[in-house]
């Protein structure tokens, strides 16, 4: 996977790192987690297993041609930087095969790690906007209480009832980004909703409310995505050719990875273009020819229809 810089809460200091450093983590990514033989992984592999492809040094054996070898999933997969705190500091970088005894804690600690730091990375970020300074005070508190709870012993860790703190959080962070959304009149409105395969070409979703949204193989193409919420959006496949996201809330670098776009797609500065996307823009396509007019067909405007609800 790439590393991506995360979003820095200027009042912060010493920020927890929220970008993957593989090199410092014991490949717990690819041991911890489970996968199927799908689309995205080539084979099937149980919770706790090491991966085939994970050297003895950690390291993938295949990492630089992981799509060409059926891995898709493995390079749209981001852990907010939780693999290098588990591996370090939790568990005081002794690894799971030093420590044999001490492996199946760590593989339970690690997605529970992973979840904190993706809260974290939405409360950083959610303190950099401006019009949401009136919750800034909470959102500091909320990040501090996560980044305590990712700090702690495996026991502690192993106790902490997650739903119930994504709920919390959650909810801040939507009024947080309802605060910045303000901004935008007449702001569509598609939380949750199915929007599988959607032709949503050129359209203007500025301000949406695109939270939890299934927009698999949408087309998003030359969209206007500024300011629209994205958090648990499902992107994948979802082209983002020459779409505009400078300012889309919450998006993550995994959300991007799973999608589709290429040199003319507009990110945000702390996110970076996928390697698998072209370093090219593709060639715009062509307007659909306008019909010509049949005989006897009235010139002039055509009279309005009743707008579809």
Same mark, same amino acid.
């Given at each position: 996977?790439?590393?991506?810089?995360?979003?820095?809460?200027?009042?912060?200091?010493?920020?927890?790192?929220?970008?993957?450093?593989?090199?410092?983590?014991?490949?717990?990514?690819?041991?911890?987690?489970?996968?199927?033989?799908?689309?995205?992984?080539?084979?099937?592999?149980?919770?706790?297993?090491?991966?085939?492809?994970?050297?003895?040094?950690?390291?993938?054996?295949?990492?630089?041609?992981?799509?060409?070898?059926?891995?898709?999933?493995?390079?749209?997969?981001?852990?907010?930087?939780?693999?290098?705190?588990?591996?370090?500091?939790?568990?005081?970088?002794?690894?799971?095969?030093?420590?044999?005894?001490?492996?199946?804690?760590?593989?339970?600690?690690?997605?529970?790690?992973?979840?904190?730091?993706?809260?974290?990375?939405?409360?950083?970020?959610?303190?950099?906007?401006?019009?949401?300074?009136?919750?800034?005070?909470?959102?500091?508190?909320?990040?501090?209480?996560?980044?305590?709870?990712?700090?702690?012993?495996?026991?502690?860790?192993?106790?902490?009832?997650?739903?119930?703190?994504?709920?919390?959080?959650?909810?801040?962070?939507?009024?947080?980004?309802?605060?910045?959304?303000?901004?935008?009149?007449?702001?569509?409105?598609? @939380?949750? =909703?199915? *929007?599988? !395969? +959607?032709?949503? $070409?050129?359209? %203007?979703?500025? /301000? #949406?409310? &695109?939270?939890?949204?299934?927009?698999?193989?949408?087309?998003?193409?030359?969209?206007?995505? @500024?300011? =629209?919420? *994205?958090? !648990? +959006?499902?992107? $994948?496949?979802? %082209?983002?050719? /020459? #779409?505009? &996201?400078?300012?889309?809330?919450?998006?993550?670098?995994?959300?991007?990875?799973?999608?589709?776009?290429? =040199?003319?797609?507009?990110?945000?500065?702390?996110?970076?273009?996928?390697?698998?996307?072209?370093?090219?823009?593709?060639?715009?396509?062509?307007?659909?020819?306008?019909?010509?007019?049949?005989?006897?067909?009235?010139?002039?405007?055509?009279?309005?229809?009743?707008?579809?609800?």
């Amino acid at each position: 996977m790439r590393e991506t810089e995360s979003p820095q809460d200027p009042t912060a200091a010493a920020p927890t790192p929220l970008n993957s450093d593989c090199r410092s983590c014991f490949g717990l990514c690819c041991v911890a987690l489970p996968f199927a033989a799908t689309a995205d992984f080539a084979v099937d592999k149980a919770a706790g297993t090491p991966c085939r492809n994970l050297r003895t040094d950690f390291s993938c054996g295949i990492h630089a041609r992981l799509r060409d070898s059926g891995f898709q999933g493995c390079t749209v997969y981001d852990c907010f930087g939780a693999g290098q705190r588990v591996s370090q500091v939790t568990f005081g970088g002794v690894s799971w095969r030093e420590e044999p005894a001490a492996a199946r804690s760590m593989f339970d600690v690690f997605p529970i790690v992973r979840q904190l730091h993706e809260l974290l990375w939405y409360l950083t970020e959610a303190l950099t906007f401006e019009p949401a300074r009136s919750v800034h005070a909470e959102l500091r508190q909320a990040l501090e209480e996560t980044d305590r709870l990712a700090g702690g012993t495996p026991e502690e860790i192993l106790a902490v009832d997650v739903p119930a703190h994504r709920r919390r959080v959650s909810e801040l962070l939507l009024r947080a980004g309802e605060l910045v959304r303000e901004a935008v009149p007449r702001r569509r409105e598609h @939380r949750g =909703a199915d *929007l599988f !395969g +959607a032709r949503l $070409r050129g359209a %203007d979703l500025r /301000g #949406a409310n &695109l939270r939890g949204a299934l927009l698999v193989a949408a087309d998003l193409s030359g969209a206007d995505l @500024r300011l =629209a919420d *994205l958090i !648990g +959006a499902d992107l $994948r496949d979802a %082209d983002l050719t /020459g #779409a505009d &996201l400078t300012s889309a809330l919450f998006l993550t670098q995994a959300q991007l990875n799973a999608a589709r776009g290429d =040199a003319s797609t507009l990110l945000p500065p702390t996110l970076t273009r996928p390697a698998h996307w072209p370093e090219t823009a593709a060639p715009a396509a062509p307007a659909a020819p306008r019909k010509p007019r049949g005989p006897g067909r009235p010139h002039g405007p055509r009279p309005a229809r009743g707008r579809r609800r």
